[in-house]
């Protein structure tokens, strides 16, 4: 009996120390606004970049100028040609994003997007990338552009100018450890930008890539009253709209229900004629400081909705379900109640209670650790502790069988 307990403890052991697959090295503590490094903020030059207002949080959205000096998108969706990137460019393009990954949920998400052959553009928080490097690891080597979403979420207008940089450079940093990449594009959470932080993002040496079409899949996290056929009910529609463009459309792999819906909508952009690409490959970008080329799009492969996806929508819902507004889909928290209307047959509004925390996510639910630092060692501290105390458990429970 004894050398089995050993067998099994030594069994468990592995188990918790195979588990803890964070980044290594000392990073910030995850989702919480990182700080500012000199070495960082001196490669902005402050004097060039617009003198827009750090707005209060509580105010992103809501308050807001007569004049919209600073073209703030939360305020108006304002955007401009010659820096942002909203849409793509050709006719027939689709680029496909999703935010705020990597997490236990892009795994799902990143089989059906190999076994489809589709290539997409995923905008990643810092704070994720240190708890998930493998799964960074994996979408880089199957061929998905990676861009920058911040470490810690934040509306980027309600930050100061050495904040942002932080928030930038922190996620760049643990990109490059985790892949040795360093990319090119930035999604500012919320679509919340201004020229403040276009010229900071411009001279760090990111393109702002926003986006045209809005599925809204964010809201299924807290509203109940959003049915997620509404997603692809959305792209339904998209594909049916006349346009001298393509597109780029803004999903989640922050939650599961959102992951796993993408496979839906996935489908009916390719079946309607659609070329699915990565957004740096149909603007003509550079995905990376690095000389590093995305794989070529394979020409039209038509995905068949899988198996394992969802039950599929509602008959009715993909045809009602009303799209964004073109250009001025607005998932800020300000604006949830005026983001895509839901079908004719649903409930007349969104309820107006927002807020949408990467904090909140099951897949960020383990507290990092500090150090009297205020240091994380590493995420794998906490997975580390779940693991002793799965450890500790066994433990007792297998004395307990003796
Ligand atoms: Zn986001």
Redesign the pocket.
Known sequence: MKVNVSLCVLASLFISLSDAAGLTGNWPPLDQPPPPVKEWTALVDQTKVPAAPVVKAADVGTKCPDKDTFCNWSCTGCTRNDTDIVRCPNKGDWGISF??GPTEFTVGLLDFLLKTNTKVTFFVIGSRVVENPEILQRAVKEGHQIGI?TWS?PALTSQTTEQIIAELKWTEKAIQQAVGLTPKHMRP??GDYDDRVRGIASQLGYKVVIWDEDTNDWMSADDKTFQLSWIEGNFTEWVKQPATTGHISLE?DLYQQTAARAQLGIPIVQNAGFSIKPVSVCVGDKPYVENVTLDAPAAAAPAAAPAAAPAAAPAAAPAKAAPAPAGKAAPTPAKAAKAAPPPASSPAAYPSSYPYL?GSSSASAAAPSSTSSGYVVSSANSLNNINLWSFVSFIVGSVMFI
């Open positions: 935010d705020d979403h979420h959470p919320f989640h990467v």
